[in-house]
């Protein structure tokens, strides 16, 4: 079973810069090897930010609205997953959350395809 825990979040001027991060703990079939970063603001549907494979692939994708300002990393040693997040808007606020699943989890990169989930971390831009 894996675990997830997100850090990181808070409250941010528009412009600003947040890195959030995501530990990965627990037994971890090899297979789960996509992880990813989700938001969800009040009201609103997931939304997918990007994917990364963690093994030997490495193949990242963005959603395109957000590339350019959200790089994702991974640290594999370590099994932390990074978000860092550049020029904030107000529009940005959301529950930040990071996912994790099957290889094939990211070949699409939808919610419905992760199994294992975060809690969650709030990023609040003003």
């Known amino acids: 079973h894996v675990q997830l825990v997100e850090s990181g979040g808070g409250s941010v001027q528009a412009g600003g810069s947040v890195t959030l991060s995501c530990v990965r703990s627990?037994?971890?079939?090899?297979?789960?090897?996509?992880m990813g970063w989700f938001r969800q603001a009040p009201g609103a549907e997931r939304e997918g930010i990007a994917v990364?494979?963690?093994?030997?692939?490495?193949?990242?994708r963005y959603t395109d609205s957000l590339k350019g300002r959200f790089t994702l990393s991974v640290d594999k040693e370590k099994n932390i997953l990074y978000l860092q997040m550049g020029d904030l808007k107000p529009e940005d606020t959301a529950t930040y959350i990071c996912?994790?699943?099957?290889?094939?989890?990211?070949?699409?990169?939808?919610?419905?395809?992760?199994?294992?989930w975060g809690q969650g971390t709030q990023v609040t831009v003003s």
């Open positions: 990364i494979r963690s093994d030997s692939d490495g193949t990242t």
């Open positions: 627990g037994y971890g079939d090899s297979r789960n090897s996509c």
């Open positions: 996912a994790a699943g099957l290889w094939t989890s990211c070949r699409g990169g939808y919610p419905g395809d992760f199994r294992f």
